[in-house]
């Protein structure tokens, strides 16, 4: 059934938890007013990272709070993860308390976006009276927090995975970093030939759903039809099951046996530990590892961009960005965030989380300063990444309210597939289950 997404939006489910039941409305047209503050405002910030990510947010909040000229406080109030802030908003929804400020996970999009929770910052007014304008907000970003050809969220921590790599160990299989595959196939022929030439398994990765979506994105494959969800349509079917990505997880599969590739299950942490203490030639991971992992390693550690196989491919930008919950707030707080937001998206914020963290900035100003400042190599193959990633809905992403509880049955099949599954199989019944999904998610979402 063909539904608009704006309006009202009765009983629409929660990715990570269990069904709402409320209504919410959208903004109206992009306003001009002048919002006036009836003395300090004070609003509290749902964040949901921790470690140095938490870290450079909170000292970010800090500055903010020490330098605005509005007389806005912004209160940090850490919620858990991103699936434990699913699940606080849940109960916040019902008893009518939400936040007017949250860093949402970015598979949270597009139910904050069809609930009708989230204000689009670009309708909220201002104090100064000039609307919010995302057209500085790099591409790659700009592209997974757009609806309807609107930007719904200011990009936060951006992140894109990549290939970090050692390069005596590739080296010594006689293959070179500077002439990096160009597929992911070709990636684990990698694998294959340092683990054949040295007894050094060539890769590790974590076995984690995201992969799919990337491997899927590399090959300019949308994720769900139609158009991964980005246009006015809602997405209606996962796509995924292609004879590609079956070839791709088979010899996964297959590197995996062999010990080419370390097997390390589904904990991240582990696969940057394997790869820091060299075990493992190359680590797949995303770009906000860069720090960390960087820190464990006695070697230099260079990087490559994920290679993309057809035109119009490429990686899909993970991480977080701020969203104005605008039901039940006032135009003073929802003006408040929006001044944080853009604090937050500003040049020399992203330039420094970026440095703090691993995170890529979603500022175009930053990214155009790190491109012709910034010496290290890992840093700037990330930074290159980036800037070529294509602007087509393949990179956009999958965006559905139902994809997170979609993503936990392709984590299933990759899991199975790697305990020697039938692979094809086990990507069909992924597909299956979350197709099903994202029916009941529609079917709620049209009331």
Not at 29 to 49: C, K, L, M, N, R
Not at 62 to 85: L, M, W
Not at 113 to 127: M, N, Q, V
Not at 308 to 332: C, I, M, Q, R, Y
Request: glycine fraction near 10%; charge should be negative; hydrophobic fraction near 40%.
């Amino acid at each position: 059934m063909t539904h608009s997404r704006r309006g009202v939006v009765a009983g629409v489910a929660l990715a990570a938890t269990a069904s709402l039941i409320f209504a919410g409305c959208s903004a109206g047209p992009q306003s001009e007013a002048t919002v006036d503050a009836d003395g300090p405002v004070a609003i509290d910030f749902w964040y949901s990272v921790g470690g140095p990510a938490a870290d450079a947010l909170l000292k970010q909040v800090d500055a903010f709070n020490s330098s605005n000229d509005v007389d806005v406080t912004i209160t940090p109030i850490f919620q858990g993860d991103y699936v434990e802030t699913t699940a606080k908003l849940t109960n916040a929804v019902q008893s009518g308390d939400t936040p007017v400020l949250l860093q949402g996970g970015d598979t949270f999009s597009a139910y904050l976006h069809d609930s009708g929770l989230a204000t689009a910052p670009e309708k909220i007014a201002t104090f100064d009276g000039e609307p919010y304008h995302g057209d500085r907000v790099v591409d790659a970003a700009a592209n997974y927090y757009t609806f309807d050809g609107e930007l719904w969220a200011v990009p936060l921590m951006v992140s894109q995975p990549a290939v970090f790599f050692d390069a005596a160990k590739i080296e010594a299989a006689g293959l070179d970093g500077d002439n990096p595959p160009t597929s992911i196939d070709e990636l684990f022929d990698w694998a294959d030939e340092i683990f054949a030439a040295t007894g050094t398994p060539g890769l590790v990765f974590h076995q984690n759903e995201w992969w799919n979506e990337q491997f899927a994105a590399l090959d300019n494959v949308e994720y769900c039809t139609p158009d991964n969800g980005l246009g006015t349509e809602p997405a209606t079917a996962f796509n995924f099951v292609n004879d590609d990505l079956v070839a791709v997880w088979t010899h996964f599969q297959k590197s995996l046996e062999s010990g080419a590739i370390v097997n390390v299950g589904s904990d991240g942490v582990a696969a940057q530990n394997a790869f820091s203490v060299g075990q493992a030639a190359m680590l797949l991971a995303s770009s906000a590892s860069l720090g960390t992992t960087t820190a464990a390693a006695d070697f230099d550690i260079n990087a490559f961009a994920l290679p993309v196989k057809t035109d119009g491919g490429g990686a899909v930008p993970g991480g977080s960005a701020l969203w104005v919950l605008g039901e039940g707030h006032s135009d003073s707080e929802k003006a408040a965030a929006i001044e944080f937001a853009q604090f937050m998206g500003s040049s020399d914020v992203q330039q420094q989380i970026f440095e703090d963290t691993g995170y890529l900035p979603s500022n175009q100003d930053a990214l155009d300063e790190l491109l012709s400042s910034e010496t290290d190599q890992p840093k700037l193959a990330l930074l290159d990444q980036l800037t070529n990633t294509a602007k087509t809905p393949a990179t956009g992403g999958c965006h559905s309210g139902a994809f997170g509880q979609a993503r936990a049955d392709v984590r299933s099949a990759i899991e199975a597939i790697a305990g020697g599954a039938d692979v094809k199989a086990a990507l069909e019944t992924a597909q299956s289950k979350g197709t099903d999904q994202l029916v009941a998610y529609n079917e709620r979402v049209d009331g």
